[in-house]
């Protein structure tokens, strides 16, 4: 027995002595912005349910350092200006955000695998197609080779979560068969499809798959109005209903009200018209007083982020959204552009 043991022996001692706890990993972000000076730097966590949480530290010559928190989807996201978002990976270890205030659209935000894969994708597809895209080509030929090359990135990272994220917001945003969304969430790892956003796809995916189709009717719903009461869709058949999709947060939405007021007047015999509002359930009073400065004496409903039934099932991914339904509820259009919307009511209805 070595000196040691015996001493341990002697003394009523275990040899199997218990090794230090480690100590749990964190999430140390390191940021280095040119330009940043001493401002403060905020981080916000969000979720899909409207919740947000903000942390702020402050830098000193042009650095930061902040140590990260879980968050639902496995996202935070960085502030530096106004309006302005970089979505970080939560993810143990050291990572680092480096670039300049004078193109926050481009930190890169590196150190661990989910965020350099995020950065590598932003340099190779974003900035190759909004940043300098071809002059030679249309700007639906740039959407379109902006989705390919989004497309053949995921399938190249099947392992890494901002696969499933940009996979997600392929589904939101891009018109692509389901079928080859669901082959293409069929090769991502089983953990990524498990995470928040391959969950969120499989919900997608259901989504697409039971639209509201043209020429169908369209789900039936029943929703609060300005003073709390239920009201359902099925209240206005036998006439035509144009449903206005906005809210009180959306520029171009406001911007149409006028124009939505002068074709609800001119068909207003033939016609209702019914506001579906996305708001936050701290917004209410921002709502009602868009309503009233903007003189919205029409039905006006609203559904919070929490609470999304209506405008998910119906697909509204932009605002404002118009949907045109004949008097028995049947889809006849979806469109946002108000222009177009007239040119079908021109041939559905005749002015009174």
């Not at 970080?88 to 955000?97: A, D, K, L």
Request: net charge neutral; charged share 20%.
């Amino acid at each position: 027995m070595s000196p040691s043991a015996i001493l341990l022996a002697l003394l009523g001692l275990s040899l199997a002595l218990p090794s230090a706890a480690p100590k749990p990993a964190t999430c140390q972000v390191t940021g280095t912005i040119k330009g940043l000076g001493t401002k403060p730097v905020v981080f916000l966590y969000a979720d899909h349910n409207g919740h947000e949480e903000y942390d702020t530290v402050q830098a000193v010559n042009d650095r930061f350092t902040y140590t990260a928190h879980p968050n639902v989807d496995g996202l935070f996201n960085l502030k530096l200006v106004p309006g302005q978002y970089t979505p970080i990976w939560y993810e143990p270890g050291n990572i680092t955000v480096t670039g300049s205030m004078t193109e926050l659209d481009y930190l890169q935000v590196r150190g661990t695998p989910d965020n350099d894969a995020l950065t590598n994708y932003n340099q190779l597809i974003e900035e190759r197609f909004v940043r300098h895209p071809s002059k030679a080509d249309s700007a639906v030929d740039v959407r379109l080779a902006r989705q390919q090359a989004s497309l053949a990135f995921v399938r190249a990272h099947p392992t890494t979560r901002t696969s499933a994220y940009l996979l997600y917001w392929q589904t939101m945003y891009n018109s692509k068969p389901r079928a080859e969304y669901q082959q293409l969430l069929s090769t991502l790892a089983p953990a990524v499809q498990a995470s928040f956003y391959g969950k969120d796809i499989v919900r997608r995916l259901v989504i697409l798959r039971d639209l509201p189709q043209v020429g169908h009717p369209v789900p039936a719903f029943a929703m609060p109005d300005t003073a709390g009461a239920a009201v359902s869709l099925a209240q206005f058949k036998g006439q035509y209903v144009l449903l206005d999709f906005w809210g009180h947060w959306c520029g171009p939405c406001i911007r149409a009200m006028p124009h939505l007021k002068e074709l609800r007047k001119q068909y207003s015999r033939q016609m209702t018209v019914v506001g579906v509002a996305l708001e936050n359930p701290d917004d209410k009073k921002l709502w009602l007083q868009a309503i009233r400065k903007n003189q919205l004496d029409w039905t006006q409903l609203s559904e919070s982020p929490s609470n999304i039934g209506v405008t998910e099932q119906y697909d509204i991914t932009a605002f404002p959204t118009y949907m045109l339904l004949d008097q028995q509820g049947v889809l006849l259009m979806k469109t946002n552009d108000l222009n177009s919307m007239e040119e079908k009511l021109k041939t559905l209805v005749a002015t009174p």
